[in-house]
């Protein structure tokens, strides 16, 4: 008997584990999709995502979401070390297997990919109309200026308005139609942000400004539409009118503190949160400098040496070129070194300007001393400052019509006003005005994160640009398609991921 | 879901028939003869009583073990046959024809055809076994000063590949049973511990036999994770008899096998001006500092700074013993491991009960209660750019560890731009402690003598807790990424394993049926608080208060619920056959349930006729099979899209941050990149051939085994395109085959009074070749560790390198070519595939495999009356590494800015006068590319163990009461015969089968020796 009622038992026992178990899964620590989008912390938490794909450390928080722009004068880089990526580039021998262009290409994806689930379900959340607009805005910029970006970069672009199935394979539409979506999603933002100046946020007129620069590139090569001249003059004159902008603040200034009233939109950064800007500090710090605290520099980007020659002469080329190194002696003292001289390692002037990160958090130096050099920095990308939008404005106003305007000149006036520069010359003509303010604009924004660059490529400025290099550069090999040099290749895995594109000519 | 029912109806089927059975039994219980007493002894053929023989009347289930002096008792009708077994002995029966004292004399059998082995979910003798598999013993195992169990497998079986991750202290070692089956998942096999899945004892002193299955017969009953072949370990139970205390104990000592022959400071401060004057610069070193490194040396080794000779201890103290009705052991284990690196070591406490319990004639229980507590002291050097192993070859020779002050120096103006490697090696933390617990209880209910119930049921904890420090003195305070963490998990298990056996002779013909419910669940959850940018750093890790705070937790949870069937049939003992089918269902899959079926068949020839009289061979087996398996890499929720809460980067912050402040968190929730919703298991279809051959009565044995394995759905983490966020997902999309040929040849070939020598030779060879990856192919795949690219392509095998070939130099007389490529004489030449003189991802090729074309084991003792002498020799022939160590060691490849090879002083280079291959220091940035200059043959012979043994006389120990004594001494890894010129060719930190092979910085094997002792009470 006893052992008749244990199998019994047995059998009880087999049928309580198996009710037990259960199949289906409940990820408890886990957000679904399914489940999200209730509230405005939700819309908030996704809007958020928006700008950390964009200013994380893989996409614009390093120099290499700079790769492609090393083309250009005011970027160069070593001719050894572990810089190969940018160098390539710099002499224009850029190839699609690249691993620092990556950068370029994922960072601003990325933010698409988070600004497109927050336009898809911004309006299923509880909240007010107002609260809502103001988070479809930020992501209808933040897409526009991450197209803009990548359709400068690579050229044509997959249209991926919403998030895809992962078998869809979107073909890459032509140049105009991703202009025409880059309008269309800043018009929105401009229509749904608010005026309230709020830092790391963009306002209304950050869409403005945005669009005055994406219409005076349109105007360029390739779209070469002349129209958008006065619309890009339009934009930019409602930045300019709004007087919420000036340039008060001294250019060195404008790279060690953040927030400055010049700032129209910034990527914030934050050191101890775990999201630096690498961009600033040790980048930019000679090879051979070391600092007493033995941190030293990383060499990775700083002019062409005629870039720096042919600056203008004034206070704000003092502030931004370093030519004196200071070489550390085994007493710890500094010995000052011009930057051509032969015990320099590179031989070229440096960037002072992205040095010292916020408040010296990058470098920290005094004109004999450096105590220490750090790499992370919580100093603000700016992404657009309000020179660009004056900038934008004076050139666009010249083409658009019959030549410079009063106020065109004014808006220049502004920006070497503050740089320590006389007036420009009256009465120039239409070009000859317009050169001077592409100029302008390389050494206001030298090394700014692309903005000649893309000056170089709307313009088609590369044989210019080529011709005025000094020998000593990085060498450019004979044979190469200039022509094809202005966009630069889809990287490689993406290209195998979606065979139906054609890679762009010359890579 | 129909395989599901039709598994379920047979195991009710089986329910059923052990009702009827039980009803059975009642009506025809009948008489036996009166039982007699009969005692006795087993020794060995040398003489030596064997404690724990399995003594038992054939055809019923009464028995019992032999004791500690091998002596036993047992009661038997007077005609009754007794059958003693014995693990790693031939099966003896003997009918008792009236005698009451027997003394039986056991063979040690080395094919152990007769021998008894767990097979999962039973035993079957070796002679029915239809699949493929070997055993390692515990004799083997103790041969060699092991802490870790899986070390015990290296050159021990066929067809079972063991290499080293690294030589950290508590590192256990890659296994892999023919071939890696998946190219991106898990390729280490099922370990299964006295029924517990999943789990390997810490302690190999609690292990008496390992089992290891290799063909889809033998592992298909493991379904869904069967298909890395299957590891089955029975742990060390009680003795018959009074306790018996054995004390085992060894002090070893570790050391780096080899330092790299790197310059020294006068060296490198010539290396370092050659290299300024390339580029026009100005020396870096003047002449009087040359001729100061010349004459009085200076400067660091940094090798020998940061190596360390590292003194190991081994404890193991066990009580065994046990009455009819109860026995029992326990074991006490501790290991002492410091590292061959400052600063590092793992300790590891072990506690293991086992107790069998007779409950009544039908009914018995086995508890096994197990404790493991390891502890880790940075043993996170897994290999890679930043550790300090690897910088210390990168470092600047002329540069001291500390200043005049005593402070350390973090940064060399000519080392790597990375961190003073003895400075991070002393100063940052990684602790880990974990305490994992184990029940196990079976019990098994003999129903009828045919039928038995047996249940498994196993309840498993686990707990970490890791805490973290890399503040003032790290690389990451230097970067002000500095933080301190604490970390914690748990984890719970759940399992049970149901089962019945039922076995019947009738005639000629004999079954075993088996019908198994199996249901397992685990759950783990734990969480991780950060704090960066401390304000003070004086309280070490322990106050999360002083910083930024950063948290994240976790929680998974998973079930997997099975049924099994599985027939034994065999015919005159000579014909056998296996078939088994399993289903498992998942939680981890849309598709739940998947079903893997097998059959093997096998012919045992021995008790033909025709053999039956031979002299020369003495056993002949020959096996066939075929089955299904599959691997389990899919985790749990992968089939569900997320929003994520990353750790880092969790937050944006508006309003920025300052320096030593983060500002104002604002949380952030990325959608991840979207999921497959039709993910699969990998499966696995493997067909296996085999023979064993026993010749001249053991004296020689052969096993052999030919395979072919199928595997299909390979999961990959499949890219995803930059517009569905980049990343990756995980896809079913391709298959791949291994082919091979495995055989083990053993021998007694000397056998005197006093000498004896017995020797094995087992030799693997695998072939592995990927045969689809679904439109992926030609697919790059970076190690993610700044090394060489792999690449995935149909037709290739796994583990190819790819990268530029590399040609020497270019000449003098090659001036106007190289300037085609923007070079000159001097520089490094590659092969140009496509002519269009650019050095291009176009150019990339195959530059070599990591695979072996075959591996081996040689073992061989001498014993000579009670000394004994062991070696064992395993190695590796045909295969490649790609070492970024000794690339980096030429300087210009990533953060390295200077040579520091001895092979790069500046007379070694290119110059016009002297053209060697080794590139002169130039502007070029393609001198300084992955190619296939740091490909090596990594083949290799090493003798993995040497040692000599001396088992004091028993006479002696009499008058000391103890039972029995050896000591011994022994080294490992003595010395390696090999083309590399690295540290080890054993080693690489391959992530996955695709990127093995690449090494870079990983810490090699130590060399070690050893002095043990075993003593018996």
Known sequence: MKTKYSLLLAALALIVISGCVKLSEDPKANLTPQTYFKTQSDLDASVNAIYIALARDGAWGFTSKETSYFGSDDYTTDPGLNKQDQRDFDRLSGGSSNSSLTAEWYGPWQAIYQADNVITNYSKVNSTQALKDASAGQAYFLRGLCYYYLVRTFGPLPMVLTNLDLNAKPPRADVATVYASIISDLQTAKKLLGTTLAQGRPTTYSASACLADVYLTMAGWPLNQANNYALAAAEANIVIQAGVYNLSTPYDQVFTTNNSPESIFALEYSVAGGLPDRRFGSSNVPLDEVALDGSSGWDDVYPEINFFKNAPVCTRTDLTFYTTLKLIQPDKSFVLTPWNSTVTHAQHPYYKKFRAGLNGDGVNETATQILSIQPSTNKALDVIRYPQVLLDYAEASDMAGGGPTGAGYAAVNLVRARAGEAPLTPGLSQTAFRDAVVYERAYEFAEEFGMRWFDIVRLQLLPAVIAARDPSENSIPAGTVVAQKYLAPIPFGEMTLNPQWTQNAGY | ?1017
């Open chain 2, 1 to 1017: 879901m129909k395989m599901k029912r039709i598994l379920f109806i047979f195991f009710l089927f089986m329910f059923a028939v052990t009702l009827n059975s039980y009803a059975a039994y009642f009506k025809s219980a009948v008489k036996s003869p009166p039982p007699v007493t009969v005692t006795g002894q087993v020794k060995d053929d040398q003489g030596k009583p064997i404690p724990g023989v399995t003594v038992k009347v054939q055809g019923t289930t009464s028995g019992t073990q032999t004791d500690v002096d091998g002596r036993f008792q047992i009661q038997a009708p007077d005609d009754a046959t007794l059958v003693f077994s014995f693990v790693g002995f031939a099966e003896q029966s003997v009918k008792l024809n009236g005698q009451t004292v027997l003394n039986i004399t056991l063979l040690e059998s080395s094919i152990g055809l007769q021998e008894v082995v767990a097979v999962g979910y039973g035993t079957q003798k070796r002679s029915e076994i239809t699949g493929s598999s070997s055993t390692v013993s515990a004799k083997e195992i103790a041969k060699r000063p092991i802490t870790q169990l899986s070390q015990a497998l290296q050159g021990t079986a066929s067809g079972v590949a063991v290499t080293s991750a690294n030589g950290q202290p508590g590192q256990g070692p890659h296994v892999q049973i023919r071939g890696a089956n998946s190219i991106t998942g898990n390729t280490e096999p099922l370990y299964v511990t006295d029924g517990n899945i999943g789990a390997a004892p810490d302690d190999p002193n609690d292990v008496e036999t390992i089992e290891i299955l290799k063909d889809a017969a033998s592992t298909a009953i493991y379904g869904s994770r069967g298909s890395n072949g299957v590891v089955l370990i029975t742990t060390k139970s009680g003795h018959l008899g009074k306790p018996r205390i054995e004390f085992n104990t060894w002090v070893q000592n570790d050391q780096m096998p080899k330092t790299l022959d790197l310059m020294g400071p006068y060296d490198f401060a010539r290396s370092v001006n050659n290299q300024f004057e390339s580029t026009g610069q100005t020396d870096a070193f003047t002449q009087a500092q040359l001729d100061n490194y010349k004459n009085n040396g200076g400067g660091t080794d940094w090798q020998k700074a940061l190596f360390q000779k590292a003194w190991v201890q081994y404890y193991d103290l066990a009580v065994s013993g046990g009455s009819e009705t109860v026995k029992y052991r326990f074991s006490l284990g501790y290991l002492d491991q410091p590292g061959t690196i400052l600063n590092t070591y793992y300790k590891r406490t072990t506690l293991k009960s086992n107790m069998d319990v007779k409950l009544n004639n039908r009914m018995d229980l086995k508890i096994i209660l197990s404790a493991s507590l390891p502890q880790n002291h940075n043993n996170s050097y897994g290999g890679g750019l930043t550790d300090p192993f690897n910088q210390a070859v990168e470092w600047d020779p002329t540069s001291p560890i500390r200043d005049a002050s005593g402070a350390y120096i973090n940064h060399s103006k000519y080392a790597s731009i990375q961190f003073n490697p003895v400075e991070q090696a002393m100063s940052q933390a990684d602790d880990g402690t974990a305490t994992n617990l184990n029940g196990t209880a079976t019990f098994n209910y003999r129903i009828i003598n045919d039928l038995t119930f047996t249940s498994t049921d196993v309840y498993s904890i686990g707990q970490n807790y890791l805490q973290r420090y890399f503040g003032p003195g790290t690389s990451n305070y230097d970067s002000k990424s500095d933080y301190i963490n604490n970390e914690t998990s748990k984890f719970t298990g759940y399992l049970s394993s149901n089962f019945l056996t039922y076995k019947h002779k009738f005639g000629d013909h004999s079954i075993t049926a088996t019908g198994l419910y199996e249901v397992q669940s685990g759950t783990s959850m734990g969480f991780v608080a950060r704090a960066n940018s401390l304000s003070t750093y004086s309280l070490g890790y322990y106050n999360l208060a002083l910083g930024g705070a950063q948290n994240s937790s976790t929680y998974s949870s998973d079930a997997l619920v099975s049924y099994l069937a599985r027939v034994n049939y065999s015919y005159k003992d000579r014909y056998f056959l296996t078939a088994s089918i399993r289903t498992d269902g998942s939680s981890h899959l849309t598709k739940k349930y998947s079903s893997f079926p097998s059959i093997g068949v096998s012919w045992n020839a021995t008790n033909e006729d025709f053999l039956k009289s031979s002299k020369v061979i003495s056993d002949l087996k020959i096996r066939a099979s075929y089955g299904q398996t599959g691997n389990q890499n899919v985790g749990a929720y992968s089939s569900i899209a997320q929003i994520l809460t990353p750790s880092s980067q969790g937050n944006y912050y508006f309003n920025g941050g300052m320096p030593g402040a983060a500002g104002t968190a604002s949380v952030a929730t990325p959608l991840g990149t979207g999921v497959s919703k039709s993910l699969e298991w990998e499966a696995k279809t493997a067909y296996d051939v085999g023979v064993d051959i026993a010749f001249l009565k053991g004296r020689l044995t052969f096993t052999a085994d030919a395979y072919k394995n199928n595997v299909t759905n390979l999961l990959y983490q499949k890219p995803a395109s930059g517009y569905d966020n980049g990343n990756t997902y995980q896809a079913n999309i391709g298959s791949l085959t291994n082919n091979g040929f495995e055989f083990s040849v053993g021998g007694t070939p000397v056998v005197s009074r006093d000498f004896r020598w017995t020797t094995n030779l087992n030799v693997s060879i695998n072939r592995n070749k990927v045969t689809n990856l679904g439109g992926l192919d030609n697919q790059v795949v970076g190690s993610g560790n700044n090394t060489v690219n792999a690449i995935l392509k149909v037709g290739q095998p796994l583990g190819e390198f790819y990268g530029y070939k590399f040609l020497g130099t270019w000449k003098t007389s090659e001036a106007a070519q190289a300037a085609l490529y923007g070079m000159k004489p001097g520089d490094a030449k590659y092969q140009d595939i496509n002519g269009d003189h650019a050095y291009t991802s176009a150019d990339y090729q195959t530059l070599g495999n990591a695979t072996p074309q075959f591996t081996y084991g040689f073992i061989n003792d001498f014993t000579y009356k009670n000394l004994t002498l062991s070696f064992m020799f395993q190695g590796q022939q045909g295969s490649q590494v790609f070492s970024e160590t000794l690339a980096y060691l030429w300087g210009g490849l990533g953060d390295m800015k200077n040579a520091t090879t001895i092979e790069a002083v500046p007379e070694n280079l290119w110059t016009p006068s002297h053209q060697t291959d080794n590139p002169a220091w130039s502007n070029s940035s393609h001198n300084y590319n992955n190619s296939s200059r740091y490909v090596y043959n990594s083949s290799y012979a090493k003798l993995k163990n040497l040692s000599l043994s001396y088992k004091v006389p028993a006479a002696w120990l009499q008058r000391i009461s103890v039972n029995n004594l050896e000591v011994y001494v022994s080294g490992q890894n003595l010395f390696t015969i090999t083309p590399y010129k690295g540290y080890d060719p054993e080693i690489n930190n391959a992530g996955n089968a695709i990127t093995q092979g690449q090494e870079f910085g990983v810490i090699p094997n130590p060399k070690t020796y050893t002095v043990g002792v075993r003593l018996g009470f």
